[in-house]
């Protein structure tokens, strides 16, 4: 049998580039992955036909005053549900030819070919997800996240997410303003922004926005409305703005992520979002398969996830920043 037990080999070597942890899959190129791969934001599951939880969404409305000898009600009064979320699947795959491994050996080495193979896989991997988690859900015959434009909408008041009618239920939409500007640009950024990440927030218990993520365009329009930060060390040299490209808003990390739509501001929290994925199943390399009547082994690597919101209410938009 030619190159007997490749596919153990094979995935082992996927193992030894990418490691076992989630949150080792993520680079800090991808903005929202990132943060989204720290703390409360990864959340894996054991399986189940669907990503669900409970929710808490009304009060008891038997609790009145009353006098003496009043009629108390006894109304069964419904106050819990759950949200439902699909799984998502997604999946890839690396080819390695005998003669590539031939032709990249010995003396014909030029640089470790399987492992740059890999590694590219992963970098495909989160590129696609980070571009699917700021979708809206619909692509690809709706096989993809329920990204951004579906659980923090830009028009919250309609549509189904996680199985709840937002037009419907008032508790399950996201906060929502607009950051147009009304003589120069981003006049009103800032305003906007403040209002937004108040309405999101539980008052001031600890639910604030932990982090938001722009395109690069309001970043750099939000930076500009900073106070300016010079410092002149000598005469020939001086240093002008912000070194990081993260920058702080009421204690929330700010920055952008290419893949962010246009004109929009996101304000998030990890403990209302999460991208949720199946415990085993999160960039899982399979044995490489060996074709009967191909000189090829085909290592499949699979992920089962989706990103889902708990609590919408808690996460905002502002929109159509000019």
Wanted: hydrophobic share 35%; charged share 20%; proline share 3%.
């Amino acid at each position: 049998m030619a190159n007997p037990n490749v596919g153990q080999r094979v995935a082992a070597n996927w193992e030894a580039v990418v490691g076992k942890k989630p949150e080792d899959q993520i680079h800090d190129d991808y903005w929202l992955l990132n943060q989204m791969s720290s703390g409360d934001g990864f959340l894996g599951l054991s399986g189940g036909d669907f990503i669900s939880g409970p929710i808490e969404y009304s009060l008891n409305t038997t609790v009145a005053s009353y006098s003496d000898l009043d009629t108390i009600s006894t109304t069964r009064v419904d106050v819990f549900d759950r949200y439902e979320y699909q799984w998502k699947e997604y999946a890839g795959t690396v080819l390695m030819s005998d003669l590539e491994r031939d032709r990249n050996a010995g003396e014909g080495t030029v640089f470790p070919l399987l492992p740059a193979k890999l590694e590219n896989l992963r970098n495909s991997f989160k590129s696609t997800l980070n571009s699917d988690a700021f979708g809206a859900g619909t692509g690809n015959s709706s096989k993809v996240l329920t990204g951004l434009q579906a659980l923090v909408s830009s028009t919250p008041t309609s549509g189904v997410v996680g199985g709840i009618d937002r037009g419907t239920y008032t508790f399950w939409r996201n906060q929502q303003n607009l950051g147009t500007q009304t003589t120069s640009a981003f006049d009103n950024l800032r305003a906007a922004m403040r209002s937004n990440y108040n309405l999101c927030s539980n008052g001031i218990a600890d639910a604030h926005p932990s982090f938001g993520v722009t395109t690069r365009t309001v970043f750099e329009g939000f930076e500009g409305l900073l106070l300016a930060n010079e410092r002149f060390m000598d005469k020939s040299s001086g240093e002008g703005g912000f070194k990081n490209e993260v920058l702080k808003f009421k204690g929330a990390k700010l920055s952008y992520d290419n893949d962010c739509p246009s004109g929009i501001l996101y304000w998030l929290n990890p403990k209302f979002l999460k991208l949720v994925y199946k415990r085993g199943a999160w960039m899982k390399a399979q044995e490489a398969i060996r074709p009967a009547n191909q000189t090829v082994d085909v290592l499949l690597i699979r992920s089962m996830c989706n990103l889902i919101a708990t609590n919408p209410r808690r996460l905002g938009a502002v929109t159509v920043i000019t």
